[in-house]
């Protein structure tokens, strides 16, 4: 029985990982990890050690994770909402979409309409969350479930749009109806939702405290 010792603790040593491991096999354990544990606070901590690693010498996850949701991340959203909301504010073109939008409805429902808030609705979680642009966790969801990244991007697209189209004057031609104005809104939110999910997630996981440390912190 003493003979087989050593070749099951040899044994039971490579199962713990490769022989040379790097930066990416402590973040794959930690990751492993981080699936496992329940406690929110202790999650916490995880992630937070993860991002931790993440910022060490030789780690190339930096620029493919993204864990914290911060300020900045709202401030690049934001940017890159109004980049794309600009050159529709110029085109008459989107008056005639939001017609169309209305013009089609069943049992005076403007299916069109809802089915554009749908389509913004998946493009924009697709972008974030399954295009293989960058790896974005939820972390610390709304209510446990909501991503608040995605919450963000939304709200963020929807009020660049609503504002400049209203600052542009777009809202008041034609004195459109209430929703009338929401329909021309939500065909440039279109665009801008895109704009706001790139602007957030393409320059990588952004420095500084994420936003639900923060509020921690005024606690």
């Not at 914290?68 to 890159?80: F, I, P, W």
């Not at 600009?86 to 403007?110: K, N, Q, T």
């Not at 913004?120 to 974030?128: D, N, P, R």
């Not at 709200?155 to 609503?162: I, M, Q, R, W």
């Amino acid at each position: 029985m003493s003979a087989d010792r050593p070749d099951e603790e040899e044994d039971t040593l490579e199962d713990h990982g490769p022989e040379d491991p790097d930066v990416g096999d402590l973040l794959r354990k930690l990751d492993a990890l981080e699936e496992t544990v329940d406690d929110p606070h202790e999650r916490r901590k995880v992630q937070q050690t993860i991002s931790l690693v993440e910022r060490m010498p030789g780690s190339t996850a930096f620029s493919e994770h993204i864990y914290k949701y911060t300020s900045r991340d709202m401030a690049e959203a934001l940017v890159g909402g109004v980049i794309f909301a600009l050159p529709f504010l110029v085109e008459d073109g989107v008056f005639l979409i939001a017609e169309w939008f209305l013009a089609v409805r069943i049992a005076a429902v403007p299916v069109l309409l809802l089915a554009n808030v749908f389509f913004v609705l998946v493009l924009s979680a697709g972008l974030i969350y399954y295009a293989d642009i960058r790896e974005v966790r939820v972390t610390n969801p709304i209510l446990g479930v909501i991503p608040r990244r995605y919450v963000g991007v939304l709200a963020l697209s929807f009020a660049v749009a609503g504002v400049l189209m209203a600052m542009w004057g777009r809202l008041a031609i034609d004195d459109p109806t209430p929703l009338e104005a929401f329909a021309r809104v939500t065909v440039v939110w279109t665009a801008t939702v895109l704009g706001s999910a790139l602007g957030d997630i393409l320059p990588g996981e952004s420095k500084g405290e994420d936003i639900s440390e923060m509020f921690d912190d005024d606690d």
